[in-house]
C-alpha cells in the first residue's frame, strides 16, 4: 500500500479533485465510503432466484457487498456518472420500426468511457501522490454495486425502478466506480444523515412519492415490488443477457424493442430535469436508429460485423439478434415480413429457428403450415420441433 493511502482529501484539495474529474468528460462526480453494506438485499434477490441464470452474480456476491473484498484496504470511492440523455431522439417517433435502448444507441460505453477513467486514475496519483496499485476501476463489468454505491454518494436515489435517479439527469447516466484506498472525505447522502449507512438498506422510492409509473408502464411485469426487478420477466434480460429461447408468454410484451427497453425509465417524472448530456465520453451511432426491420432480418454475419463492430449490441451476436428481430416482427404485424421468416426458419441456429416459426405462425395464420412445411420436414432440433408442437396446440 502507498504511503499516500492514509492521506485524508478534504475542503478545497476534494474540490479541485473533483473539478479536475468533471473535466475529463463525466458529468457527475460524488464521494462516499468503502464501507461495506448492501450485501444482504443482494443475497435476498438472488436467493429468490430474480437474476435468472446470471450465475456470476451468485459467484461474486460476498464481493459486491465489500468493496475491500475487491481492492484490499479500500477506503473511498468515487462515483462518476455520465449523462447520455440526449434529448428527444428521432427513432421515438418512427411508426412502425424497432425500439433500441438509447445506451445502445452508441458505441459501446464500456470502450469510449475507458479512457477517461485511464485519465482519472492518472488525476488520483497527481492530486494524492498514490500510486497504480492503490485505486481500481469499474464500468458496469466488477463485483461491486454501482447503483448503491450512487445513492450512498448522494449522486441520486434508488427509484421504484430500480434504478438509480438523479434530480440533475432523471434516469440517464452511466455509472463508473473508482474504488481507491486514498481517504477522500465523504458526500452527504440525499437524505442528509450519515454516508455510512448503505443507501441499499433505504425503501425504494426515497424521492417517488405516491408515483408508481414506472410499476404499471412494464410490459412484462417485471417489479414483483417496488425497487425489485425480477430479471426472468424483464425484456432487457430476455433481449440481450438471455442466450436462450425466450418464453413464449413473454414474447407479445417485448413489442417492437430489438434490443433492451426503456420502458421504467422513460415514464419517470423525474426526467423532466433531464438536460442533454455532454457526451464528451460517448460516441453517438446516429445510423443505428434508421436501421430497417427487413434489414435486420437479412443481415449476415459478415454485415453483422461491419454494422455493429464496437457497439454493445456485438456481444448479443448475431444469432440473438435474429432470434430478437423474429419476435418484433410478429409483435409489429407486418405480414411483408413472412418471406424473411420463413427463410430464417431454415437458419443454421435452433434459436433462430424456434423464434421465426413462432413469428411465421403468428403473421400467416393459417397459411403458416403450408409456407414451414419444408423447413419443418427437416427439423429435428427438440426445442423448435417444441414451436411447431405448441402452434398446432
Given at each position: 500500500m502507498s504511503g499516500a493511502a492514509g492521506t485524508g482529501l478534504a475542503g478545497g484539495r476534494r474540490e479541485e479533485l473533483r473539478r479536475g474529474l468533471e473535466a475529463l468528460g463525466f458529468d457527475v462526480v460524488r464521494f462516499t465510503s468503502a464501507a461495506p453494506g448492501g450485501g444482504d438485499s443482494l443475497r435476498a434477490w438472488l436467493d429468490a432466484g430474480r437474476h435468472a441464470d446470471m450465475a456470476w452474480?451468485?459467484?461474486?456476491?460476498?464481493?459486491?457487498?465489500?468493496?475491500?473484498?475487491?481492492?484490499?484496504?479500500?477506503r473511498s470511492v468515487?462515483?462518476?456518472?455520465?449523462?447520455?440523455?440526449?434529448?428527444?431522439?428521432?427513432?421515438?417517433?418512427r411508426n412502425g420500426g424497432p425500439r433500441w435502448a438509447r445506451y445502445a444507441?452508441?458505441?459501446d460505453y464500456h470502450d469510449t468511457l475507458k479512457p477517461g477513467l485511464v485519465a482519472a486514475g492518472k488525476l488520483l496519483e497527481r492530486t494524492v501522490a498514490c500510486t497504480s496499485d492503490d485505486?481500481?476501476?469499474?464500468?458496469?463489468?466488477?463485483?461491486?454495486?454501482?447503483r448503491g454505491l450512487a445513492a450512498r454518494a448522494g449522486l441520486g436515489?434508488?427509484?421504484k425502478n430500480a434504478m438509480l435517479i438523479s434530480r440533475e439527469h432523471g434516469n440517464w447516466l452511466l455509472l463508473s466506480v473508482i474504488l481507491t484506498r486514498c481517504e477522500i472525505e465523504p458526500?452527504?447522502?440525499?437524505?442528509?444523515d450519515s454516508p455510512l449507512r448503505h443507501a441499499s438498506h433505504e425503501p425504494a422510492?426515497?424521492?417517488?412519492?405516491?408515483?408508481?409509473?414506472?410499476?404499471?408502464?412494464?410490459?412484462?411485469?417485471?417489479?414483483?415490488?417496488?425497487?425489485?426487478?425480477?430479471?426472468?420477466r424483464c425484456i432487457s434480460y430476455q433481449t440481450i443477457e438471455n442466450k436462450g429461447v425466450i418464453p413464449r408468454e413473454l414474447r407479445a410484451g417485448i413489442g417492437a424493442r430489438l434490443f433492451g427497453c426503456d420502458v421504467c425509465l422513460e415514464v419517470c417524472p423525474w426526467n423532466r430535469f433531464a438536460q442533454e448530456g455532454r457526451r464528451l465520453l460517448l460516441a453517438t451511432r446516429h445510423d443505428l436508429a434508421d436501421l430497417e426491420l427487413a434489414e435486420i432480418l437479412a443481415l449476415t454475419p459478415e454485415r453483422f460485423a461491419e454494422v455493429f463492430r464496437r457497439t454493445p449490441v456485438?456481444?448479443?451476436?448475431?444469432a440473438g439478434l435474429l432470434r430478437n428481430a423474429c419476435v418484433v416482427a410478429a409483435n409489429l404485424g407486418d405480414a411483408a415480413h413472412v418471406p424473411a421468416l420463413v427463410r430464417l426458419a431454415g437458419h443454421a441456429s435452433p434459436l433462430v429457428r424456434a423464434h421465426a416459426v413462432w413469428a411465421v405462425r403468428r403473421l400467416a395464420g393459417v397459411q403458416a403450415a403450408a409456407l414451414l412445411e419444408p423447413a419443418r420436414a427437416a427439423e429435428t432440433d427438440p426445442q423448435v420441433l417444441a414451436e411447431y408442437d405448441a402452434a398446432q396446440a
Open positions: 452474480m451468485e459467484r461474486t456476491v460476498e464481493k459486491r457487498g465489500a468493496p475491500g473484498l475487491v481492492l484490499a484496504g479500500a468515487i462515483v462518476l456518472g455520465v449523462n447520455y440523455w440526449p434529448g428527444k431522439l428521432a427513432a421515438d417517433s444507441l452508441h458505441e485505486y481500481r476501476y469499474y464500468t458496469d463489468t466488477g463485483p461491486v454495486m454501482e436515489f434508488r427509484g458526500d452527504a447522502p440525499l437524505r442528509g422510492g426515497l424521492l417517488c412519492g405516491k408515483c408508481t409509473r414506472c410499476l404499471t408502464a412494464c410490459p412484462t411485469a417485471a417489479f414483483p415490488e417496488p425497487g425489485i426487478v425480477d430479471a426472468r456485438k456481444r448479443l451476436k448475431l
